[in-house]
């Protein structure tokens, strides 16, 4: 069995995809998952299983049956969210205050092979790499004093279907992952 983490696409994300965590957690379990916890309630699920796709079936079946529709899932390792913090993709700019950073975890890579950096100046946003086919996302607050948010445009852009999650959320992920072992 392998140690893993699934991302759930738009799970309680402004009233939409509403699920409790305790109802994901059973789903996973039901669908033959050990050792699973849920962190932070926007559908980050970590997991003990195998990574077939038989499993991966299971865990959409149990899944859908909770939230009401097929789920988006992507599915990632420990080892590989372990590398993906120490390798540090945003370097200096994770300690600055006043940038949003994003992961957005990609169902599969993109068949375009873009040229970094790519950005939206409107939306303040900007995609300064990517590494497996995840990209790094950085988000500067617009005049309006809101930050971009780069789902659509990324997902346009490379032609992907993917989730965001914070830099803060991938890294408290992987520290829950290593005080469970």
Do not use: H
């Not at 970590?46 to 049956?65: E, M, P, S, W």
């Amino acid at each position: 069995m392998v140690a893993q983490v699934a991302f759930l696409r738009a799970i309680n994300v402004g009233g939409q995809g509403v699920l409790k965590m305790d109802a994901l957690r059973a789903a996973f379990e039901a669908a033959g998952c050990r050792n699973v916890r849920t962190l932070i309630a926007s559908g980050n699920v970590l997991f003990d299983g195998d990574a077939t796709a038989a499993q991966r079936a299971r865990i959409a079946k149990t899944v859908a049956a909770v939230l009401g529709v097929e789920p988006v899932i992507m599915y990632r390792t420990v080892r590989g969210l372990e590398r993906l913090v120490a390798d540090a993709p945003f370097g200096r700019l994770a300690t600055n205050r006043t940038l949003k950073l994003y992961v957005m975890f990609a169902v599969e890579k993109s068949r375009r092979r873009p040229r970094f950096p790519l950005s939206l100046p409107k939306e303040r946003l900007e995609a300064i790499g990517a590494r497996n086919g995840d990209v790094f996302i950085v988000s500067r607050r617009k005049p309006n004093g809101w930050y971009g948010f780069p789902t659509l445009w990324i997902e346009k852009e490379l032609d992907i279907v993917t989730t965001a999650r914070t830099w803060g959320t991938v890294t408290k992920i992987v520290a829950a992952t290593r005080t469970a072992q």
